[in-house]
Nanobody, 115 residues
Framework: QVQLVESGGGLVQAGGSLRLSCAAS????????MGWYRQHPGKQRELVAA???????NYADSVKGRFTISRDNAKTTIYLQMNSLKPEDTAVYYC?????????WGQGTQVTVSS
């Protein structure tokens, strides 16, 4: 059974920082892309940041320059460093792992940014 264990959400004031982590119980050879998505109430889930197996990254325009996605040396744990947080970053953040045919989601972690 594949597991994605997320941690690091919480409540922070605007301008503050949080760091999310997601550990996947898959071998690196089954992983093509790992990333973070978020979902605002009543809206569709949207990509925040992703990192491919070869290390390429991409970000949503709304978080460029503020958020950084990274991973550990084993390439099965990813992190999302979120700086200069804004109230509009408030959402449930989900870890996602995609392989050639697999697609897995974490349970989600709430991030709340107060103004």
């Amino acid at each position: 059974q594949v597991q994605l264990v997320e941690s690091g959400g919480g409540l922070v004031q605007a301008g503050g920082s949080l760091r999310l982590s997601c550990a996947a119980s898959l071998g690196i050879f089954r992983i093509n892309v790992m990333g973070w998505y978020r979902q605002h109430p009543g809206k569709q889930r949207e990509l925040v940041a992703a990192i491919t197996r070869d290390g390429s990254t991409n970000y949503a325009d709304s978080v460029k320059g503020r958020f950084t996605i990274s991973r550990d040396n084993a390439k099965t744990t990813i992190y999302l460093q979120m700086n200069s947080l804004k109230p509009e970053d408030t959402a449930v953040y989900y870890c996602n792992v995609r392989g050639s045919v697999d697609n897995y989601w974490g349970q989600g972690t709430q991030v709340t940014v107060s103004s």
